[in-house]
Every structure is written in C-alpha cells, then in structure tokens.
C-alpha cells in the first residue's frame, strides 16, 4: 500500500512495492490511499462544510494564527523568566521543578503589579498569576512541614489581598519562622490547612479584615511538630491574633502550644466573630493543676501598701519576671488568686493581697490560654464549642458586646472561665449554653469590681469551692463581699455547701443569681435592698409583675437582723411609681425568716408588698374544755369564749 498526495508534489511514501510515480493522478490536493487488491480511496481537499486534507493556503493561515495564540509551556517558574515568549499567556510545568504543585498560568500585562503572583520574562514584559485558585506553591513553598516557608507564604496571603475574589487554598503542612499577616475584606475566602511555627515570634498569624472566610480547620501550631509541648520549650505567645477582623467566620480551630493565647483580640473593630469550632491543647500556664509543667517564678521579698479596701496591693520582688506574663494576667500564691497591677523591673505588683503571713515562696503563673476576647469591639461573637485541654484557661471574656458559646469543656486547666479583663473591667453579655469542668484549679474567676452579666446554663461537675471574686481582703484577712456579682447559673437543680459563700443562697434552686429578686432563697444577708423593675408588656403577656421573696439572715431564728428595704428602680421612681404609696418601703423587725410578695398595681402605679413571717410549727397547748356550770350564766360571754376556743382549736394552738 502506498500514500501520497496529490497537491503538494511527490508521493509521501511508498510501502510494500516501490516508488511510483504518480504525478498524473487526476485528483489534486487530495490524499490517495493506493490498494493492491481493490479500489483506491481518495480524501478530498477540506471545504465550507466537509472535513479533509488541509490545503496549502489554508495551512499558512493556520501558521500565521498559531503565532498569536501559542501558549508555550516551561519547566520551571525560572525557565519562564529566562526566555521571550510570544502570545499573551504562558503555562508553567511546575515552580522548582515539573510536577512540584507550582505550576501557573500566566498573563502578560501591561506594568508590574506590585505582588509576590507576577513573573518577569526576559525581555523585561510582565505576567500576572491568572488563576482562579492559587496556592501557595506556586509562589515558591515546598509545603513539607518542616522547611520555613515564610517569605513564599508571605506572598501567596499578599497576592491574596490584592485579589480578593481569588480563591486562596492552602491546605496541607506549612512551616513558618515568621510571623504571617493575612490580610483581606468581605469576600476573601480561604481553604484552610496546618501552620506550625519553627522559630521565636509574637503570634504566627495576624488576620486584619473585615468579613473573611476560613474554610476547614486551621490548625496553627507554636511548636515543632512531634516536639515537647513543654512550657519551657514553647517559644511563641500566640497562635492567631485578630486586629480588625470583625465579621470573620472560621470553620473550625485547633491551636497547640503557644505560651499565651491560642486566639487573641484586644482591638477595635472585633464584633460579630465566628470562631466557629475551637479545639486547644497547650496554651498558656495551667498552674497547680500541672505545676511541673506550669509557670512559675519564686519571690523572696513581699512589700504590701497597707490599704484595706479595694486600693490595696502588694509587690512581690522575684528572682526575674517571665517575659510570657504581663500586667492584668492572673497568677496565684499559696492558693490565693491575684491579679497583676503592674510589673516594673524584677517586681510584680498585685491585687488583693496573699495570704497573710505569706511573705516568700512561688508565684504560679495562669496565664494565657485558649481564646481572649477584650476590649469595647471585641464583642457580639459566636463560638461553637471550646474545648480546652491543659491550658491556661478556656475564655477569657472582657468585651463590651459579649459572646455566645454553645458548649465549653475544661479539662486539667488552670482556670476554666475567666470573667473581665482587668481589676475594674468585667464582662458583658455572655451565655456559655453548657459546662464541663475537670480538674480545673479554679472554675470560674471573675477579676472585676463591677458587676458582670453573664449566664451559665447547666454546668457540669461545678465546684463552688473553686469559684472566685478578686476582692479585697479585710483586716482579719477574709474577701470584702466574694460572690460573683451578676453571675447567674442556670440547671435542673443547683445545691451546693458553699453556694451560700459565692451566690449568697443554700438552697437546691433551678436558678442562683445575684440580681435582685431572681432568687428564691437568700442566705446570711444581714441587710438587703430590692429594686423591683416594672414591665408593662412582660405583664401583659405573661403575668410578670409579680415578685417573691424568702428572706433569710444571720439572726438566732434565721431572720435579717438589718434593714430589708424594696424600692422601684431609679427610672420607675421618677415616673412616680412607688411602693405601698412610698418612695420605698422597709420591712419592720421580724424574728423569723420572711415570705414577701410584691405585685405591680398598672392603674395605681404601685408595687404592693405584703409580707408574713415563717415561723417554726406551734406545739399544741393542753385542751382547755368550753366553760360550763355556774350559779350565774352570761350567755354572752360564754358564746364569745366558746368561739375563741373553737379558733384556738383550729389553729393548732390548743388541743381538741
């Protein structure tokens, strides 16, 4: 068999017979298929509308039109750089090598557009990184998990924050000796993957922006991988820190080994973060809960101000103060909490006082932790769940906006709330739905003067002798008023022996509290003041005007000894709302426990207070028999006493 053409001169090739010529085939610029044995096949020349053998015009037009649009391929990212390319686009195999994962398809462009993503060619034209999802090796990383990736990932998040609609994917292993900066804005989206630190820094990653999303987990390690997650071999503070970053959405989080704070904000522009799923391990001090693994600094001297009430303070003089604690953090001395005032040189300033006659010894640090969110934006964020394992504390939340937490687990921590974020701050408007506390060296701490708001629904394994209010101590060194003011625990059943030392209330109630008139029972209150809020709608709706109170003290019967006092709220009172018909009312001395009601009359503008004493059940007298005989019978007065004693009988007073 033989083929040739007929168009472009002599036979192609000739198989199986020898040349031969055929330059007088009738059929031009067509392909003849020669066949020993049968009929010859002929394919003709392409047209408008068949398919067929290229004509020699149409195959210069191709060859010109190939010259635009040719997309020459590269090995390397550097192969790219050193030649001329013609066209508008090139691809490249691979950025160090073919196959590496840094292959990219590139642009020419008119100028060089300032980022890590743009490749210079040889004849000094740039080209702009033209895909729609990029990772980061293809700016350079070897994503290995152990070889400093920092200055190729520094790039790849910077291309990023010029490209905001570009789909940023970097899943899998990356090391980094510096810190990384994300930066970005509402459509910013990325696939997230595992960043562990192989050097000293501040915080491995800082994400500034408003309204970025993570998908996955981020995992973000302050220690090698495989290495001990000793305090002493951490050399990173913070695992993410949050600088104007409100809006920003995570999936999930899974922080390990920082000597501080697994996420950290304490900047503006925090609100409405969605932290998603938060899982800790190895954050912070855990104090005596771990002390081999804890923090810890002697001090050898102990210099206290002398002041008893909330301005008192001591200064410790230490053996060098770790540079991982820092002013407001917690710490503890045999046992006691204090918070840090101030640190000056070799000295660290605290409040209250520790115990007395506790004048050397350790300082245990509690610093750091899973999540810290302070400051007045730093609020109206949502947590999924945190689960917090040995670690410096779960949350501390000092924000003015507050969070919301689905579910927290602390377990082998040294603290598993912390509630403010100074001595005089507190914390706003947070409600954690569900608790578990286990070998927690303190479960909830609330560090500010000021009442907090906050509400724990049905916690777990709560030991009210792990629950603390930084207060003052007095002169016999005993807290000035240690419950945790604007606390309120909610569960089936609450009783605890020391309920009473941290909520003011003994009893097995569904809801402890300190707001006034939320509890059903209050304990050794030698005076106490209501303040009782209408709400017309409230009312309306549900009947919720309505108020009552067991009264209890530290008199020989269980009664106040002081002055029980209801009034309405400052803002009810100058709308001429009042009690009994008075500004306020005071309970007369009573000499048992006391049961009050108070019901808000709408149409008087009036709460209404009456009040009973409980008084322990009357033991019966002996019977005393109706009156009978008698010279003389005023019928009368024998009906008068026959009723009396008929009452008494009653009454239980005196036997039938």
């Not at 899982?279 to 104090?287: H, N, Q, Y």
């Not at 899973?370 to 410096?392: F, H, K």
């Not at 060194?477 to 309120?488: A, F, K, M, W, Y």
């Not at 209330?505 to 209408?534: C, K, Y």
Request: with cysteine; glycine share 12%.
């Amino acid at each position: 068999m033989s083929v040739f053409n007929t168009g472009f001169g002599a036979p192609n090739a000739s198989l199986g017979g020898g040349a031969t010529d055929l330059s007088s085939q009738p059929t031009p610029d067509a392909v003849v298929i020669l066949s020993s044995t049968g009929t010859d096949a002929v394919i003709l020349a392409a047209d408008g509308t068949n398919a067929g053998v290229l004509s020699a015009a149409d195959k210069q037009r191709l060859d010109t039109l190939a010259g635009d649009l040719s997309l020459p391929d590269f090995d390397t990212f550097t192969d790219a750089q050193a030649a001329v390319p013609t066209g508008d686009f090139l691809r490249t195999a691979g950025f160090a090598a073919p196959g590496d994962g840094g292959g990219a398809l590139y642009r020419r462009v008119a100028s060089n557009p300032g980022h890590g993503g743009v490749l210079q060619t040889a004849d000094s034209a740039f080209w702009d990184l033209a895909e729609l999802r990029v990772t980061p090796f293809m700016f350079g990383a070897v994503g290995d998990g152990t070889t400093d990736d920092g200055p190729a990932l520094q790039a790849y998040f910077d291309f990023l924050a010029d490209n905001i609609r570009i789909l940023g994917d970097f899943s899998g292993d990356w090391a980094t000796g510096q810190t990384l900066n994300i930066r970005g804005a509402l459509g910013s989206r990325f696939i997230c993957g595992t960043i562990s630190a192989v050097a000293a820094m501040e915080s491995v990653v800082k994400i500034t922006g408003v309204g970025m999303n993570f998908d996955g987990t981020l995992e973000v390690n302050g220690f090698f991988p495989g290495g001990s997650s000793n305090f002493d071999n951490r050399d990173v503070m913070n695992g993410i820190e949050l600088d104007a970053a409100g809006n920003t959405k995570f999936d999930r989080l899974w922080l390990r080994g920082f000597q501080r704070y697994g996420v950290f904000a304490d900047t503006t522009s925090n609100n409405q973060l969605n932290l998603g799923d938060v899982r800790a391990l190895d954050c912070g001090s855990v104090g005596e809960t771990n002390l081999p693994n804890a923090l810890t600094v002697n001090f050898s001297q102990r210099s206290d101000n002398g002041i008893v009430g909330p301005n008192q303070q001591s200064t410790l003089t230490t053996s060098g103060v770790p540079a991982a604690l820092a002013v407001d953090d917690i710490v503890s001395v045999a046992g006691r909490p204090l918070i840090v005032q101030a640190i000056s040189g070799n000295r660290i300033t605290v409040f209250p006082n520790p115990p007395a006659g506790v004048n050397s010894g350790q300082i245990v640090c509690l610093q750091g932790g899973v999540i810290s969110l302070q400051g007045n934006d730093a609020g109206l964020s949502w947590i999924e769940s945190i689960s917090s394992i040995r670690c410096g504390t779960a949350l501390r939340a000092g924000s003015l906006y507050g969070q919301s937490v689905g579910k927290l687990h602390a377990e082998a921590n040294g603290i598993g709330v912390i509630l403010g974020n100074s001595r005089t701050g507190s914390a706003r408007r947070i409600c954690i739905e569900g608790a578990y506390f286990e070998n927690c060296q303190f479960h909830i701490l609330h560090t500010g003067g000021a009442a907090a708001s906050v509400v724990i629904e049905n916690p777990h394994l709560l030991d009210f002798d792990r629950c603390f209010r930084l207060t003052q101590h007095d002169g016999n060194d005993q807290p000035v008023d240690p419950r945790l003011l604007g606390v309120t625990i909610v569960s089936d059943t609450i009783y605890s022996p020391t309920a009473q030392r941290a909520f003011g209330a003994t009893s097995a109630i569904e809801t402890l509290s300190n707001a006034s008139g939320r509890n059903r029972f209050f304990a050794d209150r030698a005076s106490v003041t209501f303040q009782l809020e209408h709400d017309g709608g409230a009312n309306r709706l549900y009947g919720q005007d309505s108020v009552e109170i067991t009264v209890f003290g530290p008199g020989v019967n269980n009664q106040p000894t002081g002055a029980v006092v209801i009034e309405p709220v400052a803002s009810d009172l100058a709308q001429g709302i009042t009690v009994n018909g008075n500004s306020s009312f005071t309970l007369p001395a009573r000499s048992h426990p006391v049961y009050l009601i108070a019901r808000f009359n709408a149409a008087a503008t009036d709460w209404q207070v009456s009040f009973t004493e409980i008084a322990p059940a009357l033991v019966a007298a002996p019977a005393i028999s109706n009156p009978a005989g008698g010279a003389t019978v005023d019928s009368q007065a024998r009906a008068a006493i026959n009723a009396i004693l008929t009452s008494l009988r009653d009454n239980g007073i005196v036997a039938t």
